[in-house]
């Protein structure tokens, strides 16, 4: 069984204890943990001052008005052609959180002092010194502005049993080489469609890993591989690759998202 003290032992061996902190996560990849996601949790906010994590959403998702579609936007429009889904205006205080975030992330989010940013595709969660300044005023207009916050304060990332294709660090990265993040729609809490921006396909981000791998502290937990870096230099890092290659994000050479990505995203 992995403790509380096994999981803040292998944050000692990174040597990054007391630094703030974005966590990506799966509790599957760790093993039997005394409490589950509870005792992961435990040990992070015992070990780093400020703890964030993604707590992205899709459930407002809305077809585009009439008029706005505009070409290189990652998506196939004849998708909404049919749309039946009833709109569901997005409301932070009571949203929800997509299963693909992980176990930890949703029940990282219950906690009671959490804070979340009100953004209804990329929501981010954040407790300790700080949280309520990070997530405060995120603009739909924008993607990822609480972890770019983050970045500013000499944040790390922890990718905790999972990948850099996990890793949202890499859309910042995106975007300062030059690609434009995809538009969506999505219904706010007053029932109007709106734009808001999006990150796209991450499933290619691995291949950055030779490139950046030097920038990781390794250790392992459980059966969980942990890996933690800075995210300034992640970032700085996989967006000079992306300038310098880039198709090496593609996925495959099928996914509009990846190809639309590497044009330059949506044309505006």
């Given amino acids: ?16 204890i007391g630094q703030k902190v974005a966590v990506h996560s799966s509790l599957s990849s760790v093993g039997q943990a005394v409490e589950g996601a509870q005792t ?6 015992t070990s780093f001052p400020t703890v964030m994590m993604p707590a992205f959403c899709w459930n407002s998702n809305a077809p585009p008005p009439t008029g706005d579609r ?21 409301v932070v205080e009571n949203a ?11 029940t990282f989010l219950t906690l009671p002092d959490v804070v979340r940013s009100d953004h209804p595709w990329h929501s981010w969660a954040a407790m300790g010194d700080g949280a309520s300044e990070l997530v405060r005023d995120h603009s739909w207009a924008l993607t990822n502005t609480p972890l770019e916050r983050l970045v500013a304060t000499e944040g790390w990332v922890i990718l905790f049993g999972v990948g ?6 890499v859309h910042i990265a995106e975007e300062r080489a030059g690609r434009r993040p995809f ?6 809490r007053d029932g109007h469609v709106k734009r808001v921006r999006a990150s796209g396909c991450a499933k290619g981000f691995n291949n950055l890993m030779p490139y950046c791998n030097d920038l990781f502290r390794k250790t392992s937990v459980g059966n ?10 992640l970032i ?10 880039p198709e090496i994000t593609q996925c495959s050479p099928e996914c509009i998202r990846c190809n639309d990505a590497i044009l330059g995203g949506p044309d505006e």
């Fill in 40 to 45: 992961i949790i435990h040990a992070l906010l």
């Fill in 70 to 90: 505009p070409q290189h936007n990652g998506c196939y429009y004849s998708f909404y052609d049919n749309w039946q889904k009833p709109s569901k205006p997005f």
């Fill in 164 to 169: 850099l294709n996990s890793c949202t660090a």
């Fill in 96 to 106: 929800g959180i997509e299963k693909s975030m992980g176990i930890i992330a949703k």
């Fill in 236 to 245: 700085d890092c996989t967006a000079r690759i992306m300038k310098e290659q």
């Fill in 183 to 188: 538009i969506r729609w999505m219904c706010d």
């Fill in 1 to 16: 069984m992995i403790t509380v003290q096994d999981i803040k032992h292998a944050f000692a061996d990174l040597d990054i």
């Fill in 224 to 233: 969980a591989k942990l890996l933690a870096a800075p995210l300034d230099a």
